[in-house]
């Protein structure tokens, strides 16, 4: 999955379950086929189904009933055109999925400039000319509709000019976000699209800046230049501690000023991880937070699954994601070699 989905992921999965007020108020006003109230509790009946189908997987049941609710509603429900939207972008029918965000936002929901937002990223993601001045148009739409504070639009916008071959007005629009959100985790990205367009299509690890398990500062953005492996594990995964010999393996092979290790720890027990780091032997920098499955950088990369290694190069683009063993130590010997030009550890 692209930065791009990824970047704007939040506001999709806020609209499925938003619920416009004005909608609901003025739904009575809108049909006289059944007395207002009995019409009103079918169609937020039908309403509540389709969602509920819709976190289900049922997606295309959701989709009849989200259709069935906007039939109900003589077909100005915003929110059913939102959760028809948000199913076919999800399945990857970016075309049909930007018809029905730009039916929504024609019928000025409460949430417009939001929803503009998304029709711009289902469109630059549809990797067309057109369809990339289109994305531009309705995400330069967000930012008026919301005066400026949807800043998420602004990192899209640049991406979609830049694609349209706009790239001074695409570097101000980044410019922009990072001026706006300069802690944000798009601003590494960013901010190497700013200083070459080329790397818009790239995959640029997000960036985090934390503390270490002893306190100590750890920031993606400042190991720019040396090649960095991200391993998320804990104490309690079997297939976790099976590995951690061969990770120790690594660090031992290519520790360096061009190489560092970044556990990721998920365990919620301090003294566990601690007592596993003293029996495995680990001396390179562990991030730990106790929060289990919701440790903030395992949520920022959306790690569902361990063991799982993120490696990143020194400009800060993922090359490989999910390697272990030799496998992994043949990439990160691939990847110093093409650091020193030549040979590596």
């Not at 929504?104 to 057109?130: D, I």
């Not at 990192?155 to 071959?165: D, P, Q």
């Amino acid at each position: 999955m692209s930065k791009l989905i990824r970047a704007s992921s939040l506001v999709l999965a806020g609209l499925l379950l938003c619920s416009s007020q004005s909608s609901r108020t003025t739904f009575a006003q809108e049909s006289a086929k059944k007395p207002a109230a009995d019409q009103q509790d079918e169609f937020q009946q039908v309403l509540s189904n389709a969602q509920a189908l819709a976190r289900q997987g049922r997606f295309d049941d959701a989709i009849n009933e989200f259709s069935k609710a906007g039939k109900l509603h003589n077909d100005k429900c915003a929110e059913c055109f939102q959760g028809v939207g948000q199913i076919h972008f999800k399945l990857g029918r970016l075309k049909e999925a930007a018809a029905a965000f730009r039916q929504a936002a024609e019928l000025k929901p409460a949430n417009e400039a939001e929803v503009y937002n998304v029709l711009g990223v289902a469109l630059y993601l549809q990797k067309e000319k057109a369809s990339f001045e289109e994305a531009a148009a309705a995400l330069q739409r967000a930012i008026d509709l919301s005066k400026g504070k949807l800043v998420k639009a602004y990192f899209n916008l640049g991406f979609a000019l830049i694609k349209s071959g706009k790239d001074q007005e695409g570097i101000a629009a980044l410019k922009k976000y990072v001026e706006l959100d300069p802690g944000g985790s798009e601003v590494s990205h960013a901010r190497a699209v700013i200083a070459n367009t080329k790397m818009v299509d790239a995959k640029i690890a997000a960036s985090f800046a934390v503390k270490s398990h002893i306190g100590a500062e750890l920031s993606l953005e400042k190991l720019r230049g040396k090649v960095v492996l991200l391993d998320f594990w804990a104490s309690w995964c079997l297939p976790c501690r099976f590995d951690m010999p061969e990770v120790r393996k690594i660090w031992k092979k290519f520790a360096g000023e061009q190489f560092t290790i970044i556990g990721i720890n998920l365990d919620s027990n301090r003294s566990a991880f601690e007592a596993y780091m003293k029996e495995e032997g680990i001396t390179w920098p562990q991030y730990y937070d106790g929060l289990g499955w919701g440790n903030k950088i395992s949520q920022l990369y959306r790690v569902s699954t361990i063991p799982h290694t993120i490696l990143v190069d020194q400009e800060g683009v993922i090359q490989a994601t999910g390697l272990r063993g030799e496998e992994l130590s043949e990439k990160i010997g691939d990847l110093l070699r093409k650091l020193n030009g030549s040979g590596s550890k």
